[in-house]
């Protein structure tokens, strides 16, 4: 269950910020989703409350944010969404968010045609922003990789 190994990490890279402060204030966690990440955010929130027992934050810090996926043309370097291209059908559209590979198979660059593109955007999950007292932290792909990762063995 991809869900509950990345609210794991978000908790830990959460409490890795915390360390060494004086008596930090926890305000607020931003994660940012990627809309081709399939997620079932019910069992990650799950996951997090589960994980949060006896810690001195509660899950109500924590805020989702999705990032809306992004395609870069190899060949003329043009970029596009998936709300760019009303031509797809939805079942293809659904295909797209459930195997990102499957773009290759539904779109080219809408500039040059050339099927030579790469998802830029999108596919992994971020903390995008930790706030604690007055000091606002910055922590990007932390979580990105490995999930990714994973979900590419056990599914
Ligand atoms: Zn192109």
């Known amino acids: 269950m991809h869900e509950w190994a990345l609210a794991e990490s978000v908790v830990e890279t959460v409490k890795r910020h ?33 994980l949060l027992m006896g810690e001195a934050f509660g899950s109500e810090v924590f805020h989702v944010e999705r990032e809306r996926a992004v395609f870069r043309c190899n060949r003329c370097e043009s970029q596009w969404g998936l709300e760019d291209r009303p031509d797809l059908q939805e079942d293809e559209r659904e295909a797209i968010h459930f195997v990102p590979e499957a773009a290759h198979v539904y779109m080219r660059c809408p500039s040059c045609s050339s099927p030579d593109f790469r998802v830029e955007k999108g596919r992994g999950v971020l903390v995008k922003s930790i706030v604690f ?23």
């Open 18 to 50: 915390l360390e060494g402060r004086d008596s930090p204030k926890l305000r607020s966690v931003t994660l940012l989703f990627g809309e081709l990440q399939s997620i079932d955010q019910e069992i990650f929130e799950e996951g997090i409350k589960n």
């Open 133 to 155: 007292d007055e000091n606002l932290v910055n922590e990007k792909d932390l979580v990105n990789e490995k999930l990714v990762g994973e979900k590419d063995t056990s599914e």
